[in-house]
Each structure stands twice: as C-alpha cells, then as structure tokens.
C-alpha cells in the first residue's frame, strides 16, 4: 500500500469517529478564540501584552512590533482571518493551513525568550492545528509529493460514525500536555519570569541568589538580551551558603 493509501486509510479512520468529531470541533472554537482576542488588539493598535516589562525579552520584541504601524495591523487581520476561516466549515482547511505558520512563529519565539505567557498554550495551538490539517487530509492531500492514482474500492467510504471512544488518543494527548508542561519546569535552569519579583523567587533558598538577583536585573532592569545575562548568570560563583 502506498504512503498516500495509508494516509487516506488513517484519515477515515480518525474522521469515522464521532468523539475525534467533537474534539475537532473543541479545537476550531478554541483556536478561533485565540487568534481573534490577540488579534483584534494588535487591530485597535493596542499593544498586546501591555502588562509587560518592556526590558523583558518578549516585552522588547512587543514594544517594537507595536510601533512598526500597519504591519502590526495586518498580523491582527490575519489572525482574525484565520480565526473566522476555522469557524467556518468549508474553509477550516484553508484556516487551518493559514494558522499554522503564525502559531509555529509564536511558539519558537516564546521558547526563544522563555516567555510563560505562550511557552505552555503555544506548543498545544500548534499540535491543534497540526491535527486540524490533518482533519482535512482529503482537501489538501494533492498539493503533497504523493501519488495519489484512485484505485477504485481499495479505500472504503465510511458510512456512519464510530460511538468507540478512542480512549488512546486521548492518553495520548494527555500525555503530551503533561511532557510540555514537564519539559518547560525541567527543560530550563533559570527563566526570566514576568517581574522582577517572580524572577527572583525562583532563587530563593538555593546557593545562586546573588547571581539569580544578578541575572533578574539584568533582564528587568537594565534590558540586556537574554543570552547575555545567561552567560552573565553561568559565569557568576554560587552563593557561600544559600539564603533562605
């Protein structure tokens, strides 16, 4: 069997149920939302995130991409384009594939500069709408790299949808929220935080609060790149004995 046979061989399956029919409809509804809350503000020229610092690494790049005038408003249309695409039935697949670069760009940047705002939701939007892309495999299968000849009854049409609820892929993606969210509370030594409060109570009660105090006013003080106060960080001694 081809890879394009097994493809559409998967497809009618996931499509074949009804609870993977709910969960596609959970994931345009809470993309939408998404997109159009954070786009709507770019469109009334708002900044978005206002709350925060603008020395924090993400708070620079927001304060920048505010003031860059109409192409901050053209990502805000964008984004409520998309949004309302996936709301709609006969367009979800072009929302889908038109959402997914943008989400792909937030989630690489809020790992780029360890921002909690996204690091969490960002990785999950883009899973969604990886799995939304799929959803509508049959829409968009011509435009990949495969052979995609008819043979005729090799691919059965599903008649009526499967009540079976598929109890491993929804393991499945509980286990990826819970490998995202152990990955972000292990997969970093030290984040920035919001504040420079948060920032420094992540150091309280170890042996690296002043080079913790050092690294937190690097970034919400004095506004250096991350990078830099990382590498300032890394190289500061530990602490004599840990303050608590």
Known sequence: MSISSKLDQLHLE????KWLHYFAIFLRLALAFGFITSG???IIGERFASGLSVNHPMGQYLEALHHTGFYYTFIG??????????????TVALGALLYFPVILNICVLSYAVRF???ILTSP????????LIFWNYDKIKYILPFDHTIVPNAIPKQKKLSNKFPAKFFLGVLATVIAIILFIRFGFDIMP??????????????NRTKAGSRFCD???????PLDSCLKEYNKAPDDSIPIK
């Open 124 to 131: 999950l939007m883009v899973l969604g709408s990886l799995f």
């Open 218 to 224: 690097c970034i919400h003080k004095q506004g250096q």
């Open 193 to 206: 935080r919001n504040s420079f409060k948060d920032c420094n109570s992540e150091f309280v009660g170890t």
């Open 40 to 42: 709507i503000v770019k």
């Open 14 to 17: 996931i499509t074949g149920n």
């Open 116 to 118: 909690e705002g996204s």
């Open 77 to 90: 249309v964008m984004q409520v384009i998309a949004a309302i695409l996936l709301l709609v039935p006969r």
